[in-house]
């Protein structure tokens, strides 16, 4: 079974500034996907970004990207110009490409944004 | 769009009881739905596969006669948790996958809590 391992509890960073979540996986897959969820207070869980790991190219959603190393297993979570919605759990999940749908998640990283 | 709804948003009950949770796909068709559970301040568990017009697929450690999982239509998907007790208190979260999206997309449920006395 795929495990997903999110090393840092929390993490805090200023209002503007740059903070990176770090994920790492283990799997014998070589397709798969993997991705950042943020659930706020309101416990939605909100897609942020996803990567597909056949895509060499780190996927980038506005101040949102990723580090994403394969060989690896690596798959980290940069916010840039971090505002104070960004607080919330960061969840890292990973995704079979040929088992089912289900998404494996990480234990999570709770962010504090500071003003 | 790709808005999924359950329904109720929480529930207290008392042990022994039955509790019924529902997840709606309200804009699409699902023909698969995901239920997790989240204990407070820990990552969502998969507990369960569900495909509409077949049996649930459960998670191991996952007791399906207390967990029952019913997918009659492609935009609802129901949770039975029978004969509750307070160990099973928590977040209960559902996810729903859009009929021929190819899986990259799936979208979450806000959630139900169970509260068991």
């Known amino acids: 079974a795929q495990t997903v391992t999110q090393s840092q509890p929390e993490m805090s960073v200023q209002e503007a500034e740059t903070v990176t979540l770090s994920c790492t996986y283990d799997?014998?897959?070589?397709?798969?996907?993997l991705f950042w969820y943020k659930q706020p207070p309101s416990r939605q869980m909100i897609l942020v970004i996803r990567?597909?790991?056949?895509?060499?190219q780190n996927a980038t959603e506005n101040r949102f990207s990723v580090n994403f190393q394969k060989a690896a297993k690596s798959f980290s979570l940069k916010i840039s110009d971090s505002q104070l919605g960004d607080a919330a759990m960061y969840f890292c999940?990973?995704?079979?490409?040929?088992?089912?749908?289900?998404?494996?998640f990480g234990k999570g990283t709770s962010l504090l944004v500071t003003p | 769009g790709a808005v999924v709804s359950q329904h109720p948003s929480w529930v207290i009950c008392k042990s022994g009881t039955s509790v019924k949770i529902e997840c709606r796909s309200l804009d699409f068709q699902a023909t698969t739905m995901f239920w997790y559970r989240q204990f407070p301040k820990q990552s969502l568990m998969l507990m369960a596969t569900?495909?509409?017009?077949?049996?649930?697929?459960?998670e191991q450690g996952v007791e399906k006669d207390k967990f029952l999982i019913n997918h009659a239509s492609l935009t609802l998907s129901t949770l039975t948790v029978t004969s509750a007790h307070p160990e099973d208190s928590s977040f209960y979260i559902c996810s729903a996958r859009p009929l021929g999206s190819g899986g990259n997309e799936q979208f979450f449920g806000p959630g139900t809590r169970l509260t068991v006395l």
């Open positions: 799997t014998s897959e070589s397709d798969y996907y």
């Open positions: 990567q597909e790991a056949y895509k060499q």
């Open positions: 569900s495909n509409e017009g077949s049996k649930a697929t459960y």
């Open positions: 999940a990973y995704r079979s490409a040929n088992s089912g749908y289900a998404l494996n």
